[in-house]
């Protein structure tokens, strides 16, 4: 029974992870319909920005503000630099960007930080949580997880900003009508998004360790998740991330009940995104997403 | 004779003439046995491009999963090679019928799945079978990790003796004659009632329903004539290049895939061998440009062409093209 037990909150603490890179892609994809596939990279680079004022001796929590701060600067940037002039470009043209944005991040990281692999400290070792089924910075992960989701929560339904930005989503021309300037709507999206994608590869290094490679795979299994929870909803996407990182370990628990072994560590993940595409071919929209009606 | 067809004469008479191209500084060829060898590549990515072209460019599917099939092709070519003594031309036939199976069964599922769920199902696709090559079971084919070691084929009727065709020289005639075959059935098919019909359903898929296109039938073909293509592709990079191995067939083939697709033109047929081109080339004068972060380079490429050719080399030229002609029309009436 333990062994279910700690197999299923380490599924919960990887997917708080999946969950924060999903909200990120969320921000992006509510505001531009994109979904940003160099937001992996960008988090890795925020990771290592945190790593080197770590290192200079910056207190953690100090260098974690930082860090979130001047990815919020990065995310406006690149929206304001590299995407606005591409305004009218066919969709497949903004993917190509995307990719663009991927491999000079993940390039640039290799060169700057080298590719080794390096260590990254986790602030929730300084007290124990008394039990073996759940590791203290597992537990930090889920709460920073719950804590980012509502903030932004309270962001976006309280403070005039917060509505602004929704209705620049949703309605960009009455918004511009009203006298919300939807540009810059757009570049906060971004910050936001980048943002979180920092906290999310902060969370993430003292697990998988620091390396220019590290986001590769839980941004697919963020974008998973998001489209598993429905891509227009971020309390949705958040909960697929959740969902996602314990199915992950679902298999595992079963092999281990029955004692055989089939789909073993290296398939796990792939099982994982086998069982989310079966489930939107029977429900397109994900398990909480709003289902679209067009009109025709 | 329409003014394009003295292009195309043009350009497949340079093709030919590639491994032949005399140096004129030096008394040697320009092109090395390994520049050869990079055309032909060029070449089988161009026939793979085609085949992803007529999916995402044609029919408005996109495919982060071409790698799949391109690596089911090579697998296919080189089990047959390696285990059943096939000879390498008859190898291609096969591939060519297993992938589309392979591509019409996977379109089946993803008529449910669109624009970016899409995406994903194929990304997954692309991630999934470099796992499956490596899976134990499979070993006695696969090869595993170590993947298969092939040779090169010879050409035929002692040509490397009579003409002095070297294995690679020989490889990129066999390739050009293979695309050029894939190219004009291409071609005849997307200028016909189903290349119609493929556009149709990309630009309004509800009105294409509605004139009595049977949507479901197409989505699912485009899906299997671009595996085809891709594995057809995947069959003679096992050719070429003597060697598979599940690692050689990642996330960034498929990933290298639709960005030729993008840059050579979306729904352009000569687009593709100006993605094939990029695709070879680029990486390697990115190296040579920085050799500390290359893919920086490649990445800056990348975005710098989106911004001047938003719709690819090919859309680009045709636009230059018709801005040229209608300058010339003007300056006519003018006089």
Known sequence: MDFVIQQITSGLAEGAIFASVALALVMIFTATEHLNFAQGEMAMFSTYLAWTLINAGV???????????????????????????????????????????????????????????????????????????????????????????????????????????????????????????????????????????????MMVAPIVFLDPNMMAGILLYGFASALLGGISNPAGAVLGGFIFGVLQNVPTIIERLLNINVIGNELKLTFALVVVVAVLTFKPSGLFGQVRIKRV | MPRHYYWIGLSILLALLIPYLPNPFKGESLFSDFHVFQF?????????????????????????????????????????MDKYDVPYYATLPVAAIVC?????????????????????ATFGLALAVPQLLKYHPLEPWTGGVQGIVLSKPDPPFNLHESLGLSQDAWIYYFTLFVLL???????????????????????????????????????????????????????????????????????????????????????????????GLFIVFTPNYANDISKAAPWAVYGVVLILFMYLMPFGVWGAILRGVRALEKYRKTAKMGQ
């Open chain 1, 59 to 201: 207190p953690y929590w100090l260098a974690f503000v930082i860090t979130v701060v001047i990815s919020f600067a990065g995310g406006v940037t690149i929206e304001y630099v590299v995407l606005r002039p591409l305004a009218r470009a066919p969709v497949l043209a903004y993917v190509i960007v995307f990719i663009g944005l991927l491999v000079i991040f993940n390039s640039m990281a290799g060169w700057i930080w080298s590719y080794v692999l390096k260590e990254f400290p986790s602030p929730f070792k300084a007290f124990a949580t008394g039990s073996n089924l759940i590791g203290s910075h597992q537990l930090g992960v889920i709460a920073v997880t719950l804590i980012v989701l509502t903030a932004l929560f309270l962001f976006f339904k309280f403070t005039p900003l917060g509505l602004a930005m929704r209705a620049a989503a949703q309605n960009p021309v009455s918004a511009k009508l009203v006298g919300i300037r939807v540009g810059w709507m757009l570049a906060l999206g971004w910050g936001l998004a980048a943002s979180i994608g920092a906290v999310a590869g």
């Open chain 2, 40 to 80: 032909t590549l060029v070449l089988i990515y161009a026939i793979a491009l085609l085949g992803l072209n007529i999916l995402t460019g044609y029919n408005g599917q996109i495919s982060l999963g071409h790698g799949a099939f391109y690596a089911v092709g090579a697998y296919v070519g080189a089990i047959l």
């Open chain 2, 100 to 120: 589309l199976i392979v591509g019409f069964l996977f379109g089946l599922p993803a008529l449910r799945l669109e624009g970016h769920y899409l995406a994903l």
């Open chain 2, 181 to 275: 075959i894939m190219f004009w059935a291409a071609r005849n098919m997307l200028r016909g009632r189903t290349g119609r019909a493929l556009v149709a359903i990309r630009d309004h898929h509800m009105a294409a329903d509605t004139m009595g296109i049977n949507t479901s039938l197409y989505k699912s073909l485009a899906f299997g004539v671009s595996a085809m293509y891709t594995g057809v592709a995947g069959a003679l990079t096992a050719v070429a290049v003597a060697y598979v191995a599940p690692d050689s067939f990642n996330i960034l083939v498929s990933i290298s895939l639709l960005v030729g697709v993008v840059i050579g033109g979306l729904a352009t047929i000569p687009g593709a061998i100006f993605g």
